[in-house]
């Protein structure tokens, strides 16, 4: 197998990502089972965090473990990233001791430049631009909560809020699968022209639609799913007054929109949340809510992220071949 990374679902054929969809849905199973087989024994994984995370950290840590690897937690100031060492040579060093990396960059251009001199699978753990593992995570879900027979072209996907980095990647996965994307949020944080040029050749391939309004009330009434996410990011704290002020209480999320919407809606947020800014608890603790399915399928995802990036790549012995190795060990052994 050519070495591939995951940067951006775009990197991905639509089939692509069906297909890791049906190996999200069957190492799940298997791990509900505690039959998932030790697929990267002996391999390990470089988890590079430019800034904490609960469910990026845990959920690749525990699916490495599970599937009988190990995996290294590097984070600012343990590491040289861009400081005393070129991307570039973190990228070769991590390379030789490690089968695959995964980053979480405050800069895209960052995950691309380790993609770029890395020879082993780099997943986008998440940047400034997109989260590529989340989506793919979300739209499991959705296939896990879908009402009964629809499928990912009959669904209607409505998100409420900022422009966000996970706002990219869900358009953009969305449309790839042919959804009926909605973005609701005021004119001055709807996604920029290029996210959206993206999005409408994918519905060109796709058959999807994209529909970018200010009309919150009407981008919910339709929704088979309404996600949000933080009003604010990294380095936008100042902006913090202007942004409540644009959002609150007109895109909030609470019990009384989510009564706009079809009877089988459901609520779904990336975490962490703002709780009674974004939405409020009523909603995010509603029958409505799926958010913390959606944060365990993390894990899951993970797991087949991990198994298809890399399991290919790694050289498989049998037992007689692990026999000679032991053996020759052992004799060495002998002479200590």
């Not at 690749?60 to 590097?74: C, I, N, R």
């Not at 695959?100 to 020879?119: C, Q």
């Not at 639609?209 to 929704?223: F, N, P, Y």
């Amino acid at each position: 197998m050519k070495l591939k990374h995951y940067l951006d679902t775009q990197d991905l054929t639509s089939q692509e990502i069906l297909n890791l969809l049906d190996l999200i849905r069957v190492l799940k199973d298997a791990d509900k089972a505690r039959c998932l087989p030790p697929l990267l024994e002996g391999a390990s994984l470089g988890m590079v965090f430019e800034e904490p995370s609960t469910r990026t950290r845990v959920s690749f840590e525990v699916a490495m473990t599970k599937l009988g690897g190990h995996a290294l937690y590097l984070k600012p100031g343990e590491i040289h990233l861009g400081e005393r060492e070129s991307l570039a040579d973190t990228a070769r060093v991590l390379s030789r001791m490690c089968d695959i990396l995964m980053a979480r960059t405050l800069k895209h251009e960052t995950m691309l430049e380790l993609a770029k001199y890395a020879t082993v699978p780099v997943l986008n753990g998440l940047t400034d631009y997109n989260h590529p593992t989340q989506v793919l995570c979300d739209v499991f879900t959705m296939q896990e909560f879908m009402p009964a027979g629809k499928h990912f072209s009959d669904l209607n996907v409505t998100f409420v809020g900022d422009a966000t980095n996970v706002l990219s990647s869900l358009m953009h996965i969305c449309t790839q699968l042919g959804m009926h994307f909605t973005h609701a949020a005021p004119k001055a944080y709807q996604p920029p022209k290029r996210w959206i040029e993206i999005a409408e050749e994918n519905c060109k391939n796709s058959g999807g639609t994209l529909e970018i309004t200010e009309d919150v009330g009407k981008a919910v009434s339709r929704a088979d799913f309404i996600y949000t996410d933080l009003w604010w990011w990294v380095g936008q704290e100042d902006e913090i007054p202007d942004r409540r002020k644009a959002f609150m209480p007109k895109y909030q999320i609470t019990t009384d929109l989510l009564k706009k919407a079809p009877s089988h809606v459901k609520l779904m947020h990336c975490l962490p949340a703002s709780r009674n800014v974004e939405a409020t608890d009523d909603a995010l603790d509603s029958n409505y809510s799926i958010i913390f399915d959606q944060a365990e399928n993390r894990l899951h995802t993970q797991k087949a992220l991990l198994v298809a990036f890399l399991y290919p790549l790694l050289k498989k012995n049998g037992p007689e071949e692990k026999k000679v190795w032991k053996d020759k060990i052992h004799t060495m052994l002998q002479k200590f």
